[in-house]
């Protein structure tokens, strides 16, 4: 997929963007390994903390409207919240195959789209998991980005 | 001290204690190396004195006993395992890529039009927020991760005390056996000598 021409640190208007903050550092501790993860399992965990959490907090959910759920109307949206944890699970599953892939675009999109149909159904997933899947992307991108780059320049050296 | 200043202290201590508990785990590991090392020397001491079949009461109460103590010498193993095996931690973003973000926020704010004091006000309370973010959010899986380390080496433990306790016990049948058979000193026999 061709890249966009913009600079980096600009939008497409070539306005100076914020800088995203890079996400947390997750470090694989115990028995014989030490490890950090890079940046590609960094997203992965990412995804699947947040999914982790959506998991555990599924039961609570906004209701609109002037009448309250049944229990099984309750049960049931419960299980969508979940079904939607799970998309995020299967998400990172395919993000973990995509590291062999550079030439693939990561998801994020279909970050965005799962987070969205949660907010459909009442639920907002914590936001400090959100946003550090959000950053883990960011940095899995640049990691891929120059991954690439020396890629290339090794190419034109070779 | 603003409100994000005295949230940043409260939440870095939490974040620190929770690095430190996840060293506690492993640092309370050689109580149960000591406690294996009591359960071996005592199977060694007594190896000697294990009835070969068992039929009767006294050799049938050995081996019962020294069953349990094999299942929760291995379940104690088990555990022990479990309570040091991999996980993953969620540590502060390297020092690197927190410095060149501070770097970034700097440039941003002065091509945004701000003054250099008013960008480094700016960069200071991004930083600090972005900070107790990270904080928050380590602080709570390490603490989850901990929690779990710390139950399974608290039953692992457990279990280690109930090793040590069927091995005594052990000890204690076969030497009461002993006593009473052979009646040493001529103290405990109870069956006496023909």
């Given at each position: 997929?061709?890249?966009?021409?913009?600079?980096?640190?600009?939008?497409?208007?070539?306005?100076?963007?914020?800088?995203v903050p890079p996400p947390m550092q997750s470090v694989i501790k115990g028995g014989w390994t030490y490890r950090v993860e890079d940046p590609i399992?960094?997203?992965?965990?990412?995804?699947?903390?947040?999914?982790?959490?959506?998991?555990?907090?599924?039961?609570?959910?906004?209701?609109?409207?002037?009448?309250?759920?049944?229990?099984?109307?309750?049960?049931?949206?419960?299980?969508?919240?979940?079904?939607?944890?799970?998309?995020?699970?299967?998400?990172?599953?395919?993000?973990?195959?995509?590291?062999?892939?550079?030439?693939?675009?990561?998801?994020?999109?279909?970050?965005?789209?799962?987070?969205?149909?949660?907010?459909?159904?009442?639920?907002?997933?914590?936001?400090?998991?959100?946003?550090?899947?959000?950053?883990?992307?960011?940095s899995a991108e640049k990691f891929r980005r120059s991954e690439q780059s020396a890629f290339n320049g090794e190419e034109d050296h070779g | 001290m603003?409100?994000?200043?005295?949230?940043?202290?409260?939440?870095?201590?939490?974040?620190?204690?929770?690095?430190?508990?996840?060293?506690?785990?492993?640092?309370?590991?050689?109580?149960?190396?000591?406690?294996?090392?009591?359960?071996?020397?005592?199977?060694?001491?007594?190896?000697?004195?294990?009835?070969?079949?068992?039929?009767?009461?006294?050799?049938?109460?050995?081996?019962?006993?020294?069953?349990?103590?094999?299942?929760?010498?291995?379940?104690?193993?088990?555990?022990?395992?479990?309570?040091?095996?991999?996980?993953?931690?969620?540590?502060?973003?390297?020092?690197?890529?927190?410095?060149?973000?501070?770097?970034?926020?700097?440039?941003?704010?002065?091509?945004?039009?701000?003054?250099?004091?008013?960008?480094?006000?700016?960069?200071?309370?991004?930083?600090?927020?972005?900070?107790?973010?990270?904080?928050?959010?380590?602080?709570?899986?390490?603490?989850r991760v901990n929690l779990e380390r710390s139950r399974t080496r608290t039953k692992a433990f457990a279990t280690l005390i109930v090793s040590l306790?069927?091995?005594?016990?052990?000890?204690?049948?076969?030497?009461?056996?002993?006593?009473?058979?052979?009646?040493?000193?001529?103290?405990?026999?109870?069956?006496?000598?023909?």
């Open positions: 997929m061709a890249r966009s021409p913009v600079k980096e640190g600009t939008d497409a208007a070539g306005r100076i963007e914020k800088p399992e960094t997203s992965v965990s990412a995804l699947k903390e947040l999914a982790q959490q959506i998991r555990t907090a599924s039961r609570f959910f906004a209701q609109y409207g002037r009448k309250r759920f049944s229990p099984p109307e309750a049960r049931t949206r419960e299980q969508e919240i979940v079904a939607l944890a799970a998309e995020f699970e299967k998400l990172a599953a395919e993000m973990e195959q995509l590291a062999a892939a550079p030439q693939h675009p990561l998801p994020f999109h279909r970050v965005t789209e799962i987070v969205q149909k949660l907010h459909k159904l009442g639920f907002y997933p914590n936001n400090l998991l959100f946003e550090n899947v959000v950053r883990a992307f960011v | 603003d409100a994000n200043e005295y949230l940043e202290t409260l939440v870095a201590e939490s974040y620190k204690r929770e690095l430190d508990q996840e060293e506690n785990v492993v640092r309370s590991l050689p109580f149960a190396a000591a406690a294996l090392a009591v359960v071996s020397t005592i199977m060694v001491v007594i190896r000697g004195y294990v009835p070969s079949r068992a039929i009767g009461f006294y050799p049938a109460a050995v081996w019962i006993f020294l069953i349990a103590f094999g299942v929760s010498v291995a379940l104690a193993l088990c555990f022990l395992f479990l309570a040091v095996a991999a996980k993953r931690l969620q540590y502060l973003s390297p020092p690197n890529e927190l410095y060149s973000y501070v770097i970034d926020l700097r440039k941003y704010y002065i091509a945004m039009g701000s003054s250099p004091q008013q960008a480094e006000q700016q960069v200071v309370e991004d930083t600090r927020s972005f900070m107790i973010e990270q904080y928050t959010i380590g602080a709570a899986h390490n603490q306790a069927l091995a005594f016990a052990t000890v204690v049948i076969i030497l009461a056996h002993g006593a009473m058979k052979r009646g040493d000193n001529g103290t405990i026999s109870c069956q006496g000598r023909d």
